[in-house]
T-cell receptor, first 114, second 114 residues
Framework: GENVEQHPSTLSVQEGDSAVIKCTYSDSASNYFPWYKQELGKRPQLIIDIRSNVGEKKDQRIAVTLNKTAKHFSLHITETQPEDSAVYLCAASRRGSSASKIIFGSGTRLSIRP | DGGITQSPKYLFRKEGQNVTLSCEQNLNHDAMYWYRQDPGQGLRLIYYSQIVNDFQKGDIAEGYSVSREKKESFPLTVTSAQKNPTAFYLC?????????????FGDGTRLSIL
């Protein structure tokens, strides 16, 4: 079946440094790639997303890049802060399909060292 | 952000017991989902429903059952047939029947075995 692989599973960075999380998807028809942030014991919340017709999208300190040819997309967090510590989940789906479900990656636990 | 309410927050199950997790949404969303989350893993889809009185099995439906009698409600029953039910359970919803669109999550129910 279709799947999304996410790396690394854990990531520790110094406060102020950048963090990069990468995901690879298998369904070449995927056209929508959301990223969710999940704080400990809380609900996942959508933080940024990108559609297949763009290569990059930024929102303040976070950005997502997409390489359709290689079928991978990445989350970039710059100037990391303690409140960035959380589990980040990537996902891939076919927007506009009533039959194709969204597929989540296995998650990355990001820790920001003070 | 509100919209999806899960209860209870914590639940304990005895051997051989069925337990039901509640999920209610007031977002007028058509689609609803149940996910299971284990430590170090992403979200695995248990069941989903796109319209009232209809639901489909996800990737790990064995040992679980659902109903969708009302648009607002999508309860999940963890039956005694589910031998390893300890996990964090997340309910989600999405507008329309497009399964690929972003999802809104509840705060989750943590189920443990007594």
């Amino acid at each position: 079946g279709e799947n999304v692989e996410q790396h690394p599973s854990t990531l520790s960075v110094q406060e102020g440094d950048s963090a990069v999380i990468k995901c690879t998807y298998s369904d070449s028809a995927s056209n929508y790639f959301p990223w969710y942030k999940q704080e400990l014991g809380k609900r996942p919340q959508l933080i940024i997303d990108i559609r297949s017709n763009v290569g990059e999208k930024k929102d303040q300190r976070i950005a997502v890049t997409l390489n359709k040819t290689a079928k991978h997309f990445s989350l970039h967090i710059t100037e990391t802060q303690p409140e960035d510590s959380a589990v980040y989940l990537c996902a891939a789906s076919r927007r506009g399909s009533s039959a194709s479900k969204i597929i989540f990656g296995s998650g990355t636990r990001l820790s920001i060292r003070p | 952000d509100g919209g999806i309410t899960q209860s209870p927050k914590y639940l304990f199950r005895k051997e051989g017991q069925n337990v039901t997790l509640s999920c209610e949404q007031n977002l007028n969303h058509d689609a609803m989902y149940w996910y299971r989350q284990d430590p170090g893993q992403g979200l695995r889809l248990i069941y989903y429903s796109q319209i009232v009185n209809d639901f489909q099995k996800g990737d790990i439906a064995e040992g679980y059952s659902v109903s969708r009698e009302k648009k607002e409600s999508f309860p999940l029953t963890v039956t005694s047939a589910q031998k390893n039910p300890t996990a964090f359970y997340l309910c989600a919803s999405g507008a329309g029947t497009d399964l690929g669109q972003p999802q809104h999550f509840g705060d989750g129910t943590r189920l443990s075995i007594l």
